[in-house]
Nanobody
Framework: QVQLVESGGGLVQAGGSLRLSCAAS????????MGWFRQAPGKEREFVAT????????YYADSVKGRFTISRDNAKNTVYLQMNSLKPWDTAVYYC????????????????????WGQGTQVTVSS
């Protein structure tokens, strides 16, 4: 089993920055992609960003492009989300996820592609 643990959330003023971390532990960890999703109160969980574990290609939701940066440290089995120029509407619980199954459709933005999830970390941006 793989366990994902997020950290780094908190309260920040609009325009500020936060860096989220997601550390993976458990059996030999070799995901195809790792992603960040978020869920605001009363809304569905949505895609934020993803990174290919091998090669490092990244993909972003339009709403965060240019403000957020996803990165990974393969040696530490950790993925990061650097969030700059935060807006009040970025307020949400942020989840990291890993895709390790043999079959991958390529839909990196889809929740169903990911088979492991963290417990989430709260990010609150005040205006």
């Amino acid at each position: 089993q793989v366990q994902l643990v997020e950290s780094g959330g908190g309260l920040v003023q609009a325009g500020g920055s936060l860096r989220l971390s997601c550390a993976a532990s458990g059996r030999t960890f070799s995901p195809r992609i790792m992603g960040w999703f978020r869920q605001a109160p009363g809304k569905e969980r949505e895609f934020v960003a993803t990174i290919r574990w091998s090669g490092g290609s990244t993909y972003y939701a339009d709403s965060v492009k240019g403000r957020f940066t996803i990165s990974r440290d393969n040696a530490k089995n950790t993925v990061y989300l650097q969030m700059n120029s935060l807006k009040p509407w970025d307020t949400a619980v942020y989840y990291c996820a890993a895709q390790t199954r043999a079959y991958y459709s390529g839909a990196y933005y889809s929740l169903t592609e990911y088979d492991y999830w963290g417990q989430g970390t709260q990010v609150t941006v005040s205006s």
